[in-house]
Each structure stands twice: as structure tokens, then as C-alpha cells.
Nanobody
């Protein structure tokens, strides 16, 4: 059974950095579009970054462009979200997700097939 496990969340101050990692089991990350989503209380789940199976296409939400970077380690079978210059509005539960559609066709949560359990990121002002 496919399993995605996130790690790296925590409590930081505005301006700090965090690195989230997603370890995938029983699925090669190179065969899926991998995405990082977040959900804050009372808000819809949104995609902040995604990377295609080939690694050639990436997506970033406007709110995180220039601050967040998604990357993949094909040997370790992990996907990482490097988050810099964090802001209080980045506070949310962050989820790793996989879409069987290889080519980054969608950043809508309903299109993603597998999900991790989520990791809390809290940014204090």
C-alpha cells in the first residue's frame, strides 16, 4: 500500500526557514506528480508547490513564489519543500500528496490520489 510520511514541521518565527520532507513507500516519486498542499483553519486545502514525474515542470502558488522550493531525491524517494522567509500567514497543516497523472496536469486537491498525514507549521510574528 502506498504510504507518504511527512516530517519537518514545527514552530518558528517570521523570517525563519523550515524544510519539510516527504518519504514515499511502494511508489516511485518519479512516476507521479508530487505536490505539497496546506490547509489553515477555516480555509480550503491549497497547493503551494508541485513537481511533475519527470521533474521538468514545477508549480508554485503566487503566495510562495521566490520563498519556497520543491525538489525531489530520486534515490531516497523523497520530496522536499524548502520554505524560506516564512510569514505568519504560512501557518497551516502541510500535506504531501501524489497524483498518478505524471505530467502535473492539476493542482486541485481532488485530483490527487495519495496523501500523507500532515505536519503542522506554525509561524509566529
Amino acid at each position: 500500500q502506498v504510504q507518504l510520511v511527512e516530517s519537518g514541521g514545527g514552530l518558528v518565527q517570521a523570517g525563519d526557514s523550515l524544510r519539510l520532507s516527504c518519504a514515499a513507500s511502494r511508489m516511485p516519486v518519479t512516476s507521479y506528480t508530487m505536490g505539497w498542499f496546506r490547509q489553515a483553519p477555516g480555509k480550503e486545502r491549497e497547493c503551494v508547490a508541485a513537481i511533475s514525474g519527470s521533474g521538468g515542470n514545477t508549480y508554485y502558488a503566487d503566495s510562495v513564489k521566490g520563498r519556497f522550493t520543491i525538489s525531489r531525491d530520486n534515490v531516497e524517494n523523497t520530496v522536499t519543500l524548502q520554505m524560506n522567509s516564512l510569514k505568519p500567514e504560512d501557518t497551516a497543516v502541510y500535506y504531501c500528496a501524489a497524483d498518478r497523472d505524471y505530467g502535473l496536469e492539476s493542482v486541485s486537491a481532488v485530483e490527487y490520489d495519495y496523501w500523507g498525514q500532515g505536519t503542522q507549521v506554525t509561524v509566529s510574528s
